[in-house]
């Protein structure tokens, strides 16, 4: 038998017949019309060069080889119905998987830490795996398998890609509690003369969008130090009279921490979404972690709104 030609739905009507050995019983069940099911039964008789079912009195009566087909038949489509149900059907609560996230190490804190302390609860069986952002390879690896999903601005991501917006982030001014310049209700000026620490993830920066902003102004900051990540900031800065912008989420439930205040003039913040590619779209279990994602950034949104501090 040519396995490369043969039909699999003949595979189901083949199961169909002999449970019920008879051509418009099965037609019914298969929803389909005699004549049809007659063809498909005459393309499997030629396929397996044996009569399979023959006439009887009431119905047909199966050949040896037929009722030797039987269970293996049953077996494989019975597997080929699971595994389609499973992916359908996505149990988190049992489910294995290993999902890839691209991000930057901010979003680790404000997106996947939840992220993976909620799915302990929910799916103990799905294991995260974190990776750089690589923006220039991001769809070949997306392609490959080799990243699921990344965490960013939207509109950064390559047009072959989809994504979602999943919310707004907006910058926030801290310093180290009992700080002896920072106060509510600093000014520009004051804001723009404190040690200032700034992140620069291309390396070595001093100078961000902020500048502009002051500049436009007419002022100008002093940065002291350039850093190439924002998780060094908040500690940095708690132990030192430095003080920096940073995103809100970055420093959440850090009150008795930091001084987390609004800035004293308008910073533009940014959107963040996720991206993915068209090769998981429709895996139930890809589709269940990415609304879990919205979820919890949906939730963190509002109950930010209730908690905060500025």
Request: net charge positive; aromatic share 6%.
């Amino acid at each position: 038998m040519d396995t490369k030609r043969l039909d699999l739905n003949l595979l189901v009507t083949l199961e169909t017949l002999l449970i019920e050995r008879n051509v418009t019983k099965a037609a019914a069940r298969l929803h389909l019309s005699q004549p049809a099911v007659s063809a498909q039964l005459n393309r499997l008789r030629q396929e397996f060069d044996d009569q399979l079912l023959i006439p009887a009195q009431r119905g047909m009566t199966p050949t040896i080889k037929a009722m030797e087909l039987l269970d293996p038949l049953r077996q494989a489509l019975d597997q080929v119905r699971a595994t389609l149900t499973s992916h359908r059907n996505f149990n988190p609560a049992k489910a294995k998987l290993t999902f890839a996230i691209a991000c930057t190490d901010y979003l680790q804190v404000a997106v996947i830490k939840p992220l993976v302390v909620e799915l302990r609860t929910r799916a103990p069986g799905v294991r995260v795996a974190i990776r750089n952002l690589d923006l220039p390879q991001l769809e070949a690896q997306m392609a490959r398998g080799e990243v699921d999903l990344a965490l960013m601005t939207p509109q950064a991501a390559p047009p072959g890609l989809r994504a979602r917006h999943l919310f707004d982030e907006r910058y926030v001014l801290i310093g180290r509690r009992k700080h002896p310049r920072l106060r509510d209700g600093i000014t520009v000026a004051e804001f723009a003369a404190l040690e200032q620490v700034v992140v620069s993830l291309d390396g070595a920066g001093f100078v961000t969008p902020v500048d502009s902003a002051l500049a436009a102004l007419g002022y100008k900051r002093n940065v002291v130090l350039s850093a190439a990540s924002f998780l060094f900031v908040p500690e940095i800065v708690s132990n030192s009279d430095f003080v920096a912008l940073v995103p809100e989420r970055l420093v959440r439930g850090s009150a008795n921490k930091l001084e987390v205040m609004d800035c004293p003039f308008p910073v533009e913040g940014f959107a963040v979404g996720m991206v993915w590619h068209e090769r998981g779209h429709g895996h139930s279990g890809q589709r269940w972690i990415r609304e879990a994602i919205v979820s919890l950034a949906a939730h963190r949104s509002s109950s930010g709104a209730r908690d905060n501090p500025c």
